[in-house]
């Protein structure tokens, strides 16, 4: 997995996590399962990104590729 598809994972996490805080604020069906998934996605995101940085032990550095 690149860069570029963990980042695309932890965005779209983030923007889910805020609908479904909007839907619970809004008291609409559904906010509790949004905000499952949009955290599950960003806790995803965020131990894909360890691993890569775990795995890749380049002293030029993970972010300049």
């Not at 996490?13 to 069906?29: D, E, Q, R, S």
């Not at 399962?33 to 995803?44: N, P, R, V, Y």
């Amino acid at each position: 997995m690149t860069n570029k598809h963990i980042l695309i994972a932890f965005v779209l996490g983030c923007i889910i996590t805020i609908v479904g805080a909007l839907f619970k604020i809004m008291h609409w069906p559904g906010a509790s399962l949004l905000l499952i998934l949009g955290m599950l996605s960003e806790a995803s995101a965020g131990v894909m990104l360890i691993v890569k940085i775990y795995k890749n032990q380049n002293p030029n550095g993970f972010l300049n590729k």
